[in-house]
Structures are given as structure tokens and as C-alpha cells.
């Protein structure tokens, strides 16, 4: 799955779609298909898809919309025509969520588009892809196919585009157009508009002269009483049943005579209320007084208070050092004690013995030379040369200096005999000493040096 996004081109462009099944994102890819791209920009900038449906859903295949008539068959570009298709090496049909042009044959691209709901390879080189879904949004494509449909193909109760939000414009040169408006649209507006009233026509038989006279009484009732309230008193003045005194007026004198009767009981009530009202401004002026003598005593406890805390504080101060001198008196008598305890357990120590002793020293000496000798280079390989050399030295000194045997000269035998024996005798003792030379140089090699170094005698032999 990473080497199809890795082959997908990078996009230059973002669209928000605000569906009944959640908002869907959309990155478009304006460079590989410029006129799908700005088609689809300035129709979701116009307002085109809101309020569309998905009016096809094939599980596993597509979910289909994008047009406004909503059976399919309609749907305009901004170009006024059917625009080309747009086809690029790098945009296949090999997963889902893509995005592309919905058409009825090839060039015939208009306002309809469908998103993958899975890889569809038999739709490639038909119709272009123009973007890809990116995000959790993806999510919300599977809910759009999550619907019941019918035989052709079309959802029962199918979801719609509420609105569209152009997060990213890479075309600057776009300039919305003034789309006309929907039908429903058109209804709606009617519906809002204001009705005028209807005037009647009072030629008509089924009126009569009653009627015209009882609607020039309503119109100038109706003037004469504009802006005030309405009443049965306002149309009805001559009736005996109704009182001439209004409501309003018989209220009033009730309630004056309540209050001349309260002030007479009020006037008894005052010089009471005067005298506990003095009670109470006597006491809130001994309460100011008390209160303004606890500010000073106040102060007088903080300043006290401040004093107590700088001298608690000193203190602690103090036993701080105190401790730490004790714990640094502590720490060198430890010190002390140790070291006491370390000469005593020395002078105590019972004397090695004298193997041990020798061991300890040749351990020593082992050592020292050991750290003398080079390690591998050019100073060691020299040094096993020489001791090689000395060997070979020491070695042809023993021959040369053992005493040469009186030898028997059988009878019967020539010199040329005796000189075969002694020549013989001789090689054997060469090609041993060859042998154990050859032997000592590869152990040295292999395990000392681990660098192979060979040494031969056929020169010597020779000479």
C-alpha cells in the first residue's frame, strides 16, 4: 500500500465537504488535471452542490453525485460544455477513496463525480481522477454507501451536501458566477413575499347596501382609533347595560381612602420608629469607636508577631550550622577510626611464607619483561628474527664442534664406499635440523605473531 502513495503525485489544492454523513476532505491534484480541478473549485465556490444528493450507490464500487436535477441525467461545467478528459501515468483506479469525473462517454465531463469505494482497474483511461479523500474523512465515504437501494442502483433515503468550503484555491483567477436560483428556492421566496389585501366589491348582489354601510362605520372607527387600545366602550357608547363610570377612575378612590386611613396609623407608628432609629445610630457610633481602637491594637500585635518570627528564625539558623559542624566532626573521627583500624590489621598480619614470597616476586619479573616486549609491528618481528639467527648460530657452533669419530674401515671396502656413508649421514642430519627449524618458525607464526614468516636451509645446502 506505501508504493501506491509513493507513485501518486503531490496535490496543490483542498476542498471541505459538509455532508448528512460527516464533513469529507478532499485534496486536489490541480497540475496533473487543471480543467477538472478549477471546474470542481468554482462550482463548490458558487453554492452548485448544495443541497445535492448521492443519487447512486454501488456497494464497493462508487458512491455517485454532484447533480443538481438529482436523477442523474443533469449537470453543467463552468465552461458552458463538456470539457476533456484529463488523463495521467501517476493517477490509477488502484484503491479507494479517489475522486473523478462521472461521465456518458469520453470528453463528456460536466458537474458530476463519484468517490471509490475500492480498487477499480476496468475504469481507467475512462474517467479522470482529479483528487483523493485524506484523513479519518475516509471513514464517512463507507457511511454514504451504508444505505438501502433499489434495483437501478439509486439509495431510498440517500444523503445529501449541506454545504462546501474551499479551504485551498490554487487557480487566483477564478471569479464566482451569479448562478440562478432552484426551483424550491423560487417557492420559498413566494411563500416569504407579503400578500396584499383584497378590496371588496360591494356591486355585487350577495353584499347590498348593509354591507357597504357597516364597512364605512369599521373604516372610520378604525382611523379614528389608530394607535390606542380597543375597547367595547369605544364602539358600543349608547348601550344602558354598560356603566358610564370607567373601571379605572372607581379603583382610584378606593385606594385613596386606604391611603388616608394608613397615614392616620402611620402618624402614631413614626414617633415609635424616630425613637428606635436614635437607639440604633447611638450604638453604631460605640461600634466605630470600638473598631477604630482594633486597628492600633492590631498593629501593635503584628509588629510583636514580626519580632517573634525574625528571632524564630535566627535560631533556626543557628542550629542549621550547628548541626552541620557536628556532622563534619562526625565524618573525621570515621576517618580517623579507619585508618587506626587499617595500620593496626597490617601490624597484626601474620608474614607470608617463603614459596609464596618467590612466587609474588617471579610474578613480578614475569610481568616487567612482559610489559618490556613490544607488542605486534615491525620491533617484534625484528626481535624474532634475531633470536631465529642466534638459534641457527648456536646450532651450526654444535656441529661444527663435535669431535669427528675414528671410523672402522671394514675390510674389503674402497674410500668411495666410506665417503657415501659419511655424505649420507650428513644429509640426514641437515634435513633433521631443516625440519625442526621449519616446525619452531610456523609455531611462532601461527601462535606468537600470527604473521606467517617461512625460512629455508636450500641455499645453505647448496653451498
Not at 462517454?105 to 463525480?113: K, V
Not at 416569504?192 to 373604516?219: C, D, I
Not at 366602550?233 to 378612590?253: I, M, Q
Not at 548541626?323 to 601474620?350: C, F, G, I, N, Y
Amino acid at each position: 500500500m506505501s508504493n501506491i502513495y509513493i507513485q501518486e503525485p503531490p496535490s496543490s489544492g483542498k476542498v471541505l465537504l459538509k455532508t448528512t454523513a460527516g464533513d469529507i476532505d478532499i485534496e486536489l491534484w490541480s497540475k496533473e488535471a487543471p480543467k477538472a480541478c478549477r471546474n470542481f473549485i468554482q462550482l463548490c465556490m458558487e453554492g452548485y452542490y448544495d443541497n445535492t444528493i448521492f443519487h447512486r450507490v454501488v456497494p464497493g464500487f462508487i458512491v455517485q453525485g454532484g447533480d443538481p436535477t438529482r436523477n442523474g441525467t443533469g449537470g453543467e461545467s463552468i465552461f458552458g460544455k463538456p470539457f476533456k478528459d484529463e488523463f495521467h501515468s501517476r493517477l490509477r483506479f488502484n484503491r479507494r477513496g479517489l475522486v473523478a469525473m462521472a461521465n456518458a462517454g469520453p470528453h463528456d465531463n460536466g458537474s458530476q463525480f463519484f468517490f471509490t469505494l475500492g480498487p477499480a482497474e476496468e475504469l481507467n483511461n475512462k474517467h479522470t481522477i482529479f483528487g483523493k479523500v485524506t484523513g479519518d474523512t475516509i471513514y464517512n465515504i463507507l457511511r454514504l454507501a451504508e444505505v438501502e437501494i433499489d434495483k437501478d442502483e439509486r439509495p431510498i433515503i440517500p444523503h445529501k451536501i449541506k454545504s462546501t468550503e474551499v479551504l485551498h484555491n490554487s487557480f487566483d483567477d477564478i471569479v464566482p458566477r451569479i448562478l440562478k436560483k432552484h426551483k424550491k428556492e423560487k417557492r420559498d421566496e413566494e411563500l416569504k413575499k407579503p400578500h396584499s389585501k383584497g378590496t371588496k366589491n360591494f356591486s355585487l348582489l350577495s353584499f347590498g347596501e348593509e354591507a357597504e354601510e357597516e364597512e364605512e362605520e369599521v373604516n372610520r372607527v378604525s382611523q379614528s382609533m389608530k394607535g390606542k387600545s380597543k375597547s367595547s366602550h369605544d364602539l358600543l357608547k349608547d348601550d344602558p347595560r354598560l356603566s358610564s363610570v370607567p373601571v379605572v377612575e372607581s379603583e382610584l378612590a378606593i385606594m385613596k381612602t386606604q391611603v388616608a386611613s394608613d397615614k392616620e396609623e402611620d402618624d402614631d407608628s413614626d414617633s415609635e420608629e424616630c425613637e428606635q432609629i436614635k437607639g440604633q445610630i447611638t450604638k453604631k457610633l460605640k461600634k466605630d469607636e470600638n473598631e477604630d481602637v482594633k486597628p492600633q491594637v492590631e498593629d501593635n500585635i503584628d509588629d510583636e508577631e514580626k519580632k517573634t518570627l525574625s528571632r524564630s528564625e535566627e535560631l533556626r539558623k543557628e542550629a542549621r550550622q550547628l548541626k552541620r559542624e557536628l556532622l563534619a566532626a562526625k565524618l573525621k573521627k570515621t576517618d580517623v577510626l579507619k585508618e587506626e583500624t587499617e595500620s593496626q590489621v597490617a601490624e597484626t598480619e601474620p608474614a607470608p611464607n617463603n614459596a609464596l614470597a618467590e612466587y609474588l616476586n617471579e610474578r613480578k619479573k614475569y610481568e616487567e619483561i612482559r610489559r618490556q616486549k613490544p607488542k605486534k609491528g615491525p620491533t617484534r618481528e625484528e626481535q624474532t628474527l634475531a633470536l631465529l639467527d642466534r638459534f641457527k648460530s648456536k646450532l651450526t657452533k654444535a656441529i661444527s664442534e663435535t669431535p669427528e669419530e675414528d671410523v672402522v674401515q671394514p675390510e674389503g671396502e674402497d674410500d668411495e664406499g666410506w665417503k657415501k656413508v659419511a655424505v649420507s649421514s650428513f644429509s640426514e642430519l641437515l634435513q633433521f635440523a631443516n625440519n625442526w627449524i621449519h616446525e619452531l618458525d610456523t609455531y611462532l607464526s601461527k601462535v606468537l605473531l600470527g604473521c606467517p614468516m617461512s625460512f629455508s636451509l636450500k641455499n645453505k645446502q647448496e653451498k
